[in-house]
């Protein structure tokens, strides 16, 4: 199947500094999207970018589908961005159902 | 906005019980799933369902079923729960297509004794 790769796998910030975090995925994808998971574990869809480039306040996130990956940025970080960062990629099952393939996260800190 | 519900936010089972954790969702989506997460493994599909009484085995199918007999709702059914079986289980749903965006449930943190 897919391999989804998150990368740094652990990063703590200082308020106020800027974050790149990156996901490379093996195959072609149909869908991918970005989530965050707060420290009580609820996930948000934070985007859905299977290619170019969205903007949302003060995140960013970039899709490059030619080169199998994906970029999230994080500016100005605030504490409440702390959490866990996932991408998700999808492919078309042999059923014919999109399935979500997860990568393993990267886990953010951010510190007043 | 789109809520997915999970029955239980927190569950402590005996080995060898039976475990059900059912999810609701009421935005009329046809996919549903069940995801196991585990630290430093991300999360892993256990199965999905794309529509009443269809089912597709995920990535880590062992020891666990799933029933949908309606549409809003989705059941994990652990059939004798073990202890490599405590976990965080999380559902979510989906309009049926590629280019639709998932929306998650709390979360169920099982621990099982």
């Known amino acids: 199947g897919i391999q989804v790769e998150q990368s740094p796998p652990d990063l703590i910030l200082q308020e106020g500094a800027n974050s790149t975090l990156r996901c490379n995925f093996s195959?072609?994808?149909?869908?991918l999207q970005w989530f965050h998971q707060n420290p009580w574990g609820q996930l948000i869809n934070l985007f859905y970018?299977?290619?170019g480039t969205k903007q949302n306040g003060r995140l960013s996130a970039t899709t490059v589908a030619t080169e199998r990956y994906s970029l999230l940025y994080i500016s100005s970080s605030q504490t409440t961005d702390s959490g866990v960062y996932f991408c998700?990629?999808?492919?078309?099952?042999?059923?014919?159902?999109?399935?979500?393939?997860f990568g393993r996260g990267t886990s953010l800190i951010v510190h007043p | 906005d789109v809520k997915v519900t999970q029955s239980s936010r927190y569950l402590v089972k005996r080995t060898g019980e039976k475990v059900f954790l059912e999810c609701v969702q009421d935005?009329?989506?046809?996919?549903m799933f069940w995801y196991r997460q585990d630290p430093g493994l991300g999360l892993r599909l256990i199965y999905f369902?794309?529509?009443?009484?269809?089912?597709e085995k995920g990535d880590i199918p062992e020891g666990y079923s799933v029933s949908r007999e309606k549409k809003e709702r989705f059941s994990l059914i652990l059939e004798s729960a073990s202890t490599n079986q405590t976990s965080m289980y999380l559902c979510?749903?989906?309009?049926?297509?590629?280019?639709?965006?998932?929306?998650f449930g709390p979360g169920t943190r099982l621990l099982v004794l």
């Open positions: 369902s794309y529509d009443v009484k269809m089912k």
């Open positions: 935005m009329d989506h046809e996919n």
């Open positions: 970018i299977p290619s």
């Open positions: 998700a990629v999808g492919v078309i099952s042999s059923g014919g159902s999109y399935i979500p393939t």
């Open positions: 979510a749903s989906s309009l049926l297509g590629s280019r639709e965006t998932q929306y």
């Open positions: 195959d072609s994808v149909n869908n």
